[in-house]
């Protein structure tokens, strides 16, 4: 890439990085186990109940659709059916 280039730290250089550690202050020390725990959390808490709550909800949705879809093809039935009726009765008249 143009412009970037990595450059491979020695393992002297990385004990040194560690060492700064000691050096940090408590709260910096605190706030670096909370956003750990909430990276934690995150990954194996929340995202996943966020995952199968929409999930939950989209087969909620899915399913009462399919009852509206149903229920409309039953009343259909029932319309064809008695219109069914209502001409055999005719053509009876007519016949008779």
Excluded: A
């Excluded at 700064?20 to 670096?32: K, N």
């Excluded at 949705?61 to 319309?79: A, D, F, G, P, S």
């Amino acid at each position: 890439m143009i412009g970037y280039s990595y450059i491979y730290k020695t393992s002297d250089e990385i004990l040194q990085s560690v060492s700064h550690l000691g050096s940090m202050s408590i709260s910096d020390i605190l706030l670096l186990i909370t956003m750990l725990i909430v990276v934690v959390l995150s990954i194996f808490v929340i995202f996943p109940c966020i995952s199968i709550t929409l999930e939950y909800k989209r087969q909620k949705k899915e399913k009462i659709n399919k009852k509206k879809i149903l229920t409309q093809i039953l009343l259909q039935k029932e319309i064809e059916d008695e219109v069914e009726k209502e001409i055999q009765i005719e053509w009876e008249d007519i016949v008779s």
